[in-house]
């Protein structure tokens, strides 16, 4: 395309949707791919030669075939950030990277861990899952036992109830995305639905709650509702294809989509059926909250609407003048994404983002956002609206609804400043 007519499109209003240089979510559907690769500078500036000068790699054989893939070398830093215990090294967080991700689904080896003491090492021939309590038939089943039922996948994601928690802090975190949001990943899920080996057992009509118990060496339990657990809960045994990693509760998982992480109980090995909630310290000293009134939240339960720009933010830099896409992850435990809307004059106009397919209730979707950006200090900012009409809240509106004791299930609108020079920093409006 003459540089003369990419000129006349940059400069053009016709594709602006809101103030600070936001376009058209069409944008580049519209004007076709030639328009694309010109407007945002994708070729090369050197000037084409007849002949590309062959590289080393191209003049020797490769590596030989490997058992299991691997990431490339020039990959390396594509990891988990770990924040562990100096007391307890096996109690702690890993993080999800999602600042160097694409797309919707995690890597097995980079989805998000929370332990408590460590990572068992079970052999699947000597696990086993108890299901007893209000039933009339108590069952053990081996994992041998379970890859015999008929199965089902689904993608999901799976958010800790203390992820974005930095954001209660007075003062705004510096960190990249995967390090303050991080504890939220998604990945294709296969297992036996649990209703079908609750309803084997038969349950008594005192049932309202199981209790769900882990088994590494902490044996963390906590209750979950009767009625979710029959809706749409797995006994999860694989993860984007393979079994589970063992950092992800092989040999077999809990799966609730949509509700906190802390209840997808890893390394399960135990269901037992109640009249009540067992009361355990991750639903009595932990994921409960002091609200205004004096009141406490507990068994908040549901991962409220979220969306968080990926691309840019910080530890990024904007190094040039122009085009750019402004991407990032949306999710709800309520079920869809319905739309995303982009800011990038903090707040003052927004956009609508383009939903990237598929959209599936509890899992991440990726938005994406054509932006001209020339220079000007502005402030993005991205929130997510779902399917029950549920909108994802400023900050001032999480704070003024739930005080200032807050730790679990932060939702807040993210925004992140840039300067004229392009560094980008996460800010409070």
């Keep these: 395309m003459p540089k003369q007519s990419v000129k006349t499109v940059q400069s053009s209003t016709e594709f602006d949707a809101a103030g600070g240089g936001l376009l058209d979510r069409r944008l580049f559907l519209k004007q076709g791919l030639i328009f694309t690769a010109a407007t945002w500078g994708a070729l090369s500036s050197q000037t084409a030669t007849a002949e590309l000068e062959r590289e080393s790699w191209t003049k020797q054989p490769g590596k030989p075939f490997s058992n299991y893939g691997a990431p490339s070398d020039y990959e390396k830093k594509v990891i988990r950030w770990i924040m562990a215990n100096d007391d307890a090294p096996g109690n702690g967080v890993s993080w999800t990277p999602l ?53 089902q996948s689904r993608l999901c994601f799976i958010e800790c109830g203390g992820n974005s928690n930095a954001g209660w802090r007075s003062e705004p975190i510096q960190t990249q995305v995967g390090y303050f949001h991080g504890m939220a990943s998604c990945s294709e899920w296969t297992g036996v639905p649990l209703s079908v080996v609750l309803q084997e057992a038969g349950i008594k009509g005192r049932a309202k709650w199981i209790i769900a118990e882990g088994g590494d060496a902490s044996m963390m339990n906590i209750s979950l509702p009767l009625d979710k ?183 807040a609108i993210v925004s992140w400043a840039i300067t004229e020079a392009g560094e980008i920093s996460h800010v409070y409006l």
């Design 229 to 411: 657990a029959l809706d749409d809960c797995l006994l999860a045994l694989y993860q984007n294809g393979e079994r589970l990693r063992a950092e992800n509760g092989y040999p077999l998982r809990l799966l609730v989509p949509g509700w906190e992480g802390v209840l997808n109980v890893k390394w399960l090995r135990r269901l037992h059926l109640a009249a009540k909630p067992v009361m355990a310290r991750n639903e009595t000293a932990k994921y409960t909250e002091l609200l205004p009134s004096g009141k406490a939240r507990q068994f908040s339960f549901v991962m409220e609407p979220k969306s968080v720009i990926t691309h840019p933010s910080f530890g990024h830099r904007l190094d040039r003048h122009g085009l750019y896409q402004i991407s990032g992850l949306a999710w709800s435990g309520r079920g869809k994404i319905a739309k995303v809307e982009v800011s990038a004059d903090g707040g003052k106009s927004w956009a609508e983002a383009e939903l990237q397919e598929p959209v599936l209730p509890q899992c991440f979707t990726r938005f994406r956002i054509p932006w001209r950006w020339q220079g000007q200090d502005v402030v993005l900012k991205s929130r997510a609206f779902d399917e029950t009409g549920a909108v994802q809240p400023e900050r001032s509106e999480l704070i003024a609804k739930r005080g200032r004791h807050g730790y679990f299930h932060y939702n």
């Design 99 to 151: 600042h160097e991700l694409e797309g919707i689904v995690t890597p097995s080896g980079l989805h998000f861990e929370r332990h408590h003491n460590g990572v068992p090492a079970i052999d699947p021939e000597r696990h086993r899952l108890l299901i007893h309590g209000l039933v009339k038939r108590p069952l053990t089943f081996s994992v041998s036992d379970l890859l015999q039922y008929p199965m």
